[in-house]
């Protein structure tokens, strides 16, 4: 597609659900970034992909959020037992190249709501 | 203290008032990114920068490396740039953002 598309774009979840979060970027490119932006705030950083080797998952904020991005291009952030603190617009971008040269493309985001 | 700092954090102005957004951060950084975001969430890339200025339209970035600064810079602002305006490092060997906290601004017609 022409652009970073998230799905989603709002999810309104019960405390203690599962949720799935989808992120499809533009196609070919090689470097996939979660953020996680609370209300207010600026994203923060949460996890990053090369192709589909996770190297990077130091921002994630519990055992409770995993990501995957099997095939390289895909990519689901998932959020277990989901707690009142993790609402917030969980933001997908995607990068041509390993280093970021050729800059960065930005999803709309996924707004998560737990209540 | 934060790696990235903007200011000011909230910045309302009349239509046709130059505007300039303010970024400092302490780390080495590979480039610097403004980005604008919308109400709904998206983000649009607007500069990357490692030296110097650029220029697009009535948008204007510069950058010194030296004193670790940044500023956006709007000339003939209207009501449709209101929005949140972000700043955010690459470091060197990272391909990791990091984000100041943002500026909201508002203009007034």
């Known amino acids: 597609g022409a652009g970073v598309s998230q799905s989603p774009r709002y999810k309104v979840a019960k405390r203690g659900q599962d949720v799935a979060l989808r992120c499809d970027p533009i196609?070919?490119?090689?470097?996939l970034f979660w953020y996680q932006q609370a209300l207010g705030q600026g994203p923060e950083f949460l996890t990053y992909?090369?192709?589909?080797?996770?190297?990077?998952k130091s921002g994630l904020p519990s055992d409770r959020f995993f990501a995957e991005r099997p095939e390289g291009s895909v990519s689901t952030l998932k959020i277990q037992r989901t707690q009142q603190e993790d609402s917030a617009v969980y933001l997908c971008?995607?990068?041509?190249?390993?280093?970021?040269?050729?800059?960065?493309?930005f999803g709309s985001g996924t707004r998560l709501t737990v209540v | 203290k934060n790696e990235v700092e903007q200011s000011p954090q909230n910045l309302t102005a009349q239509e046709g008032e130059f505007i300039t957004i303010n970024c400092s951060y302490s780390?080495?950084?590979?480039?610097l990114h403004w980005l604008q975001q919308h109400p709904g969430g998206g983000i649009v890339s607007l500069f990357m920068?490692?030296?110097g200025k650029k220029k697009h339209g009535r948008l204007i970035a510069t950058i010194n490396i030296q004193e670790k600064h940044s500023s956006l810079h709007i000339t003939a602002s209207h009501p449709r740039d209101s929005a949140v305006y972000i700043c955010?490092?690459?470091?060197?060997?990272?391909?990791?953002?990091?984000f100041g906290q943002g500026t909201r601004l508002t203009i007034n017609p």
């Open positions: 971008a995607s990068s041509l190249y390993v280093t970021a040269r050729a800059g960065y493309t």
């Open positions: 196609s070919g490119h090689v470097s």
């Open positions: 992909f090369q192709n589909e080797a996770q190297l990077d």
């Open positions: 780390v080495g950084i590979s480039a």
């Open positions: 920068l490692s030296s």
């Open positions: 955010a490092v690459g470091g060197k060997g990272a391909q990791k953002l990091v």
